[in-house]
């Protein structure tokens, strides 16, 4: 009886040994489970968002209609941003006092504290000044660079680049993406101007004009002030060489005419942003193998 006695607590406790390893077991199955898949998801959205920017690039690009020269250029300069930033982030983390200065708020927070040491607190402006200098160097060369890309690329472009709006599917436009629409619309105003009898212009004169100024109304922004005066003034005189011309004269110059008055009437683009966007889209990591794979294919 002894010997069962003995016998029968350490056959239930080896079972209960194998419960318990077999609950560990689970547990960490179901952890291991839970941090995979979390790693998965979130490798899957870093991939996405990987994919949207490509994306992001590749409307722009395919908007611009880079040269070869430009699309070297900014390649050149794409590759060069990724080293200027590289050596920014690698100066910071070289500074152990900017961590540990961190790490010291981060104590006091934890500690249910609202109030920061001026120690600390003197440490922490210090090393931000110094996180400044660097980002400010940084700064400074990547807009030379964005000087460099917006200088080379032509007037169209800027205005394709300053007009884009990241979009996964562009909106379907007449013309490049973002780009004002051609002059083709003024030449057939024009053409039939010029064509039209002495009597007939001299009456429809004025009201071809006022009807083309609100016609740019509906295309200006809002808060856009129009010298309506001005414009009208500008556009009767058009008209009225275009009248003076012989047909040959007119065939010859009347897309140059048209491009001057689609200028004169519709307001430049602001380009306050394009620096912005040329760091954003163009100095951007994601469009150097974009780009090689263009280069390379011609």
């Known amino acids: ?28 199955l179901i952890l291991s489970l839970i941090l995979c898949s979390n790693a998965f ?9 990987k994919i ?12 611009l209609e880079l040269n070869n020269q430009q699309m070297q250029l900014i390649l050149g300069a794409a590759k060069e941003a990724q080293e200027i930033r590289l050596k920014a982030k690698e100066a910071i983390s ?22 920061i040491p001026q120690d600390i607190a003197f440490r922490v402006h210090k090393v ?11 700064h400074e060369k990547l807009a030379a660079l964005t000087l460099k890309i917006k200088n080379n690329l032509k007037p169209h472009q800027i ?25 083709s619309s003024f030449v057939r105003v024009l053409e039939h101007i010029h064509a039209m009898p002495k009597e007939q212009y001299h009456l429809r004169r004025d009201r071809i ?28 005189k058009a008209m009225d060489d275009v009248r003076g011309m012989s047909d040959m004269d007119f065939t010859i110059k009347k897309e140059k005419i ?27 990591p994601e469009i150097i193998p974009l780009l090689e794979e263009r280069i390379k294919s011609g």
């Open 1 to 28: 009886m002894k010997r069962e006695c003995l016998f029968i607590p350490l056959e239930v406790n080896l079972k209960n040994q194998n419960r318990i390893s077999l609950m560990g077991f689970m547990i960490t």
């Open 41 to 49: 998801a979130q490798d899957a959205d870093n991939k996405l968002e």
């Open 52 to 63: 949207k920017t490509q994306i992001h690039i590749l409307n722009l690009l395919n908007g």
């Open 94 to 115: 070289q500074k152990e006092e900017i961590t540990q200065a961190y790490q010291d708020v981060l104590r006091v927070a934890k500690s249910g504290s609202l109030v």
């Open 128 to 138: 931000n000044q110094e996180m400044d200098k660097i980002k400010k160097v940084e």
């Open 159 to 183: 205005y394709v680049l300053d007009d884009y709006k990241p979009c996964i599917i562009p909106p379907v436009k007449k013309g490049k993406i973002g780009q004002i629409g051609d002059a």
């Open 209 to 236: 004009a006022q009807e083309a100024i609100d016609k740019v109304k509906t295309k200006v922004p809002p808060g856009y002030i129009l010298e309506e005066e001005k414009l009208k003034s500008q556009l009767l």
């Open 258 to 284: 048209a491009e001057d008055i689609k200028t004169q009437l519709l307001p430049k683009k602001t380009l306050v942003n394009i620096g912005v966007k040329i760091e954003r889209f163009l100095l951007q």
